[in-house]
């Protein structure tokens, strides 16, 4: 078992729209997405649209590169070396994930 769990699987636990539907990207939001991330994982509160999304470990390390710059490569390279897991496996996750994050409208698409 590593540090991640067996498997990456990452999205959200529960998601909660209160308010009106409105596309955000990583820039724009910012200022209007807080997140907590302790070693559990992260929530993710959109005070704009009333949202609150959860994520495992593994989605909060994503969160966290993506949130301070970081490419998906260097983010992929990271999850291999601290899982062990092959890199198609964890390239494939880690897009699945960031589609996810689109269709929450948590990034850009």
Known sequence: MD???????FIAVTVWRCLAYREITMAESSPNLHTIVDQDGAAILDIDRGLISTLNPTGAYVWQGLESGESLATIIAGLVRETGEERLVVERDVHDFVQALRENQLLAR
């Not at 540090?3 to 699987?9: I, M, P």
């Open 3 to 9: 540090v991640f769990g067996a498997k990456l699987t």
